[in-house]
């Protein structure tokens, strides 16, 4: 299960993440967001932590020359589009910083991801690649951060696993409900901010640390454990025998 914090702030906030071993930390450059993050401070984090966390740079419809300038002081791993970007500008980024990764957060609405359909269908023809899709709530004037749940069900059913690329779960996750929301919707990763927090923007690290050993075991419970060769049912191993 890849792990994601979101909404890091500050060096040591972000060196305590890395000592509890999350995948990566979403450094966020969205101006009307209590989790932004300066790009001085974001600098000095990267350089600070291990090359073993991934560093996602999570964006707002910012200018794409903005988002190279960022990426490249920032040494980002990874960049999340969270606003209305279209497939033609993912391309143009990807053309521009193809050392990258890109990560699509999609809010999830009534229309039951058929827009994101589209919006994949899009990118294949402007040959845009997605290394995973981000699905969070829709509340209406937000971009992400709302604190409110996707449908779990909805997505499971509606999410074409086998097609698309991988799932990262967000919205609204916290240490309490983590479990059931991975079994419910088999991500490939989960994201979290909001949920590990003390206030906005301040993140509580004994409950990050709650949140991942809880997405941890749940990831577990969803794999089928291994049979031991001397357990097979004894009518089985009279037949063999």
């Known amino acids: 299960m890849w792990i994601k914090v979101c ?26 967001s209590p989790r932004v993050v300066s790009i001085d401070i974001a600098e000095a984090i990267s350089k600070s932590i291990s ?24 040494q980002l791993d990874l960049i999340q589009l969270h606003g209305d970007e279209p497939p033609a500008y993912l391309a143009d980024l990807q053309r521009r910083l193809p050392h990258l990764r890109f990560i699509r957060a999609w809010r999830m609405n009534k229309d039951r991801l058929k827009s994101l ?3 994949l269908d899009e990118c294949r023809n ?7 899709c981000l699905i969070d709530a ?6 992400g951060g709302s604190g409110k749940t996707v449908p779990w ?13 991988p799932l990262i779960l967000a919205g609204g996750l916290k240490p309490d409900n983590i479990a059931e929301a991975i079994s419910v919707s088999r991500p490939w990763g989960v994201d979290v901010a909001s949920g590990v927090e003390s206030a906005p923007g301040v993140k509580n690290l004994d409950l ?24 097979a049912p004894a009518d089985e191993a009279r037949q063999s025998g």
Not at 11 to 22: D, F, I, S
Not at 51 to 74: K, L, M, Q, T, Y
Not at 209 to 231: C, D, T, V, W, Y
Request: some cysteine; overall charge positive.
């Open 153 to 165: 069900g909805r997505l499971a059913t509606d999410y074409q696993t086998t097609v698309w690329p």
């Open 117 to 119: 359909k589209l919006y």
């Open 208 to 231: 990050v640390h709650a949140f991942i050993e809880k997405a941890r075991s749940a990831e577990r419970a969803l794999k089928p454990q291994p049979i031991e060769a001397n357990s």
């Open 138 to 143: 829709h509340v209406g004037g937000m971009y």
């Open 7 to 32: 909404g890091v702030r500050d060096l040591e906030t972000a060196r305590q993440l890395a000592e509890l071993k999350v995948d990566a930390i979403g450094l966020n450059f969205y101006a009307s």
């Open 126 to 132: 402007w040959n845009g690649r997605l290394a995973a």
């Open 51 to 74: 090359r073993d966390v991934s560093r996602v740079g999570v964006f707002v419809n910012h200018p794409i020359r903005e988002v190279e300038i960022i990426a490249s002081r920032c």
